[in-house]
């Protein structure tokens, strides 16, 4: 367990935020303060009507945000008022859910917080639909907390009209989601492989399937490991492809009786990732399939 805060606790490559020491330094130590700071900082680009507003087509974010002290600055560019103040959505730094994980676990971090982004299928987008989804999870002194910085008042009452109950009786609390709330792709990919979760269910709109759920669970083992990928539609909306990267991109007919254990074997090791973080690291280093290709960094 030392050996995994121990991991947490620092910033990697694309979550490093050294250079705003000044403009965090105004911010509360306390986890649910910073991942509502988030909020007031990042505008979903898919939710943008529903804040009254429209985005012109180049204003789209498409995943171009990959370190997260680029998206801090243009947060800053926007409006260089301190990062305790909430923008008006209009001028909030356009974003996914990825960015909405990956900032909140870099504040965290930088804040003395151990945290990661978690990567996986949200079950609060609808009633029979596991959804594409980013989360983060930081460590409260006693227990990973699973946050989705991204779902604010206004989203989280969003939700009934599409027949989600988040009602005072109801299981789901963002800042405090369960296993059944968010399976991240370890258990995604169990679930499916054991037949206990139909693939066709999983996915994002029209872009569904096994072979989906394999590549949430590449990216989250790599998120892991703090190198997190962009989400899936971020490059195919931008006409690129995830060929580089061999085990995300097969299909489910190619794979080798080796490659589907592999699978199965990070999958499990993400169930319990303080028990088997170093087993996880070891893993990436040594095993190119599990590797993200450089490239794939590159904006898009």
Same mark, same amino acid.
């Given at each position: 367990?030392?050996?995994?805060?121990?991991?947490?606790?620092?910033?990697?490559?694309?979550?490093?935020? *050294?250079?705003? #020491?000044?403009?965090?330094?105004?911010?509360?130590?306390?986890?649910?303060?910073?991942?509502?700071?988030?909020?007031?900082?990042?505008?979903?680009?898919?939710?943008?009507?529903?804040?009254?507003?429209?985005?012109?087509?180049?204003?789209?974010?498409? @995943?171009?945000?990959?370190?997260?002290? %680029?998206?801090?600055?243009?947060?800053?560019?926007?409006?260089?008022?301190?990062?305790?103040?909430?923008?008006?959505?209009?001028?909030?730094?356009?974003?996914?859910?990825?960015?909405?994980?990956?900032?909140?676990? &870099?504040?965290?971090?930088?804040?003395?917080?151990?945290?990661?982004?978690?990567?996986?299928?949200?079950?609060?987008? &609808?009633?029979?639909?596991?959804?594409?989804?980013?989360? +983060?999870?930081?460590?409260?002194?006693?227990?990973?907390?699973?946050?989705?910085?991204?779902?604010?008042?206004?989203?989280? *009452?969003?939700?009934?009209?599409?027949?989600?109950?988040?009602?005072?009786?109801?299981?789901?609390?963002?800042? %405090?989601?369960?296993?059944?709330?968010?399976?991240?792709?370890?258990?995604?990919?169990?679930?499916?492989?054991? @037949?206990? +979760?139909?693939?066709?269910?999983?996915?994002?709109?029209?872009?569904?399937?096994?072979?989906?759920?394999?590549?949430?669970?590449?990216?989250?083992? &790599?998120?892991?490991?703090?190198?997190?990928?962009?989400?899936?539609? &971020?490059?195919?909306?931008?006409?690129?492809?995830? #060929?580089?990267?061999?085990?995300?991109?097969?299909?489910?007919? %190619?794979?080798?009786?080796?490659?589907?254990?592999?699978?199965?074997?990070?999958?499990?090791?993400?169930?319990?990732?303080? *028990?088997?973080?170093?087993?996880?690291?070891?893993?990436?280093?040594?095993?190119?399939?599990?590797?993200?290709?450089?490239?794939?960094?590159?904006?898009?």
């Amino acid at each position: 367990m030392n050996k995994s805060i121990e991991f947490f606790s620092t910033a990697g490559r694309f979550t490093c935020l *050294s250079k705003y #020491k000044e403009q965090l330094g105004t911010i509360a130590n306390n986890p649910e303060c910073i991942c509502q700071i988030v909020q007031g900082l990042l505008v979903h680009d898919a939710w943008t009507e529903a804040y009254g507003f429209q985005l012109k087509p180049e204003e789209f974010h498409l @995943g171009a945000n990959t370190y997260m002290s %680029d998206l801090l600055g243009k947060v800053i560019a926007l409006d260089p008022r301190p990062l305790t103040i909430a923008r008006m959505p209009e001028n909030r730094a356009v974003a996914c859910c990825r960015e909405f994980a990956n900032l909140a676990c &870099a504040m965290l971090i930088a804040k003395g917080i151990p945290a990661r982004s978690r990567c996986g299928l949200a079950r609060y987008f &609808a009633t029979d639909f596991l959804c594409d989804h980013w989360i +983060v999870e930081y460590w409260n002194g006693t227990r990973w907390v699973m946050n989705d910085p991204q779902i604010d008042p206004m989203q989280l *009452s969003t939700l009934p009209k599409w027949g989600i109950d988040v009602g005072v009786n109801s299981k789901l609390n963002v800042h %405090d989601l369960t296993d059944d709330n968010f399976y991240v792709g370890g258990k995604a990919w169990k679930l499916c492989r054991k @037949g206990e +979760v139909d693939p066709m269910q999983c996915g994002i709109m029209d872009v569904r399937g096994l072979w989906f759920v394999r590549g949430q669970l590449l990216r989250d083992f &790599a998120a892991l490991n703090k190198i997190p990928p962009v989400v899936h539609l &971020a490059r195919v909306l931008h006409g690129l492809d995830w #060929k580089t990267w061999k085990l995300m991109s097969m299909d489910d007919n %190619d794979m080798t009786d080796n490659e589907l254990s592999l699978l199965d074997y990070i999958a499990e090791l993400t169930l319990d990732v303080d *028990s088997n973080i170093e087993e996880i690291q070891k893993l990436y280093l040594e095993n190119e399939l599990l590797q993200v290709p450089e490239e794939l960094f590159l904006a898009v």
